[in-house]
């Protein structure tokens, strides 16, 4: 796959640093998420609110944007800072393919695991 052009460069280097890329889904770790929206200049992100468990009933915070030509995910159980700049869209749920939603689901594993 060659990238072209000072976005797609970007774009690349994110690949690289999340190191989770599912059909054209970017999956990063929370703080990677932010730091790309503070790239942007007006980013608009969707978020979903969703309690998980069995017993415990945590909430987890899904967060979606647009940067360039892909998709960007995270998931995490702290509410994330976004820039002031950001439009928030609160959204019931969010339709992802399985292997998306698997490595969304592990991200928050190893957020979980790490004490983060």
Not at 37 to 59: D, F, N
Not at 79 to 100: G, M, N, T, W
């Amino acid at each position: 796959m060659s990238v072209i052009g000072t976005a797609g460069g970007a774009a690349a280097t994110v690949v690289a640093m999340s190191r989770t890329f599912v059909l054209g889904y970017l999956i990063l770790e929370p703080s990677e998420f932010v730091k790309l929206l503070e790239k942007m200049e007006k980013p608009v992100v969707l978020y979903m609110v969703k309690r998980e468990g069995i017993l415990s009933k945590k909430e987890t915070y899904t967060y979606i944007a647009r940067y360039g030509e892909f998709t960007i995910l995270t998931k995490t159980e702290t509410l994330l800072v976004l820039p002031s700049r950001a439009e928030q869209i609160p959204v019931r749920d969010v339709v992802l393919p399985p292997e998306v939603q698997s490595r969304l689901n592990s991200i928050v594993k190893e957020e979980s695991s790490t004490g983060s």
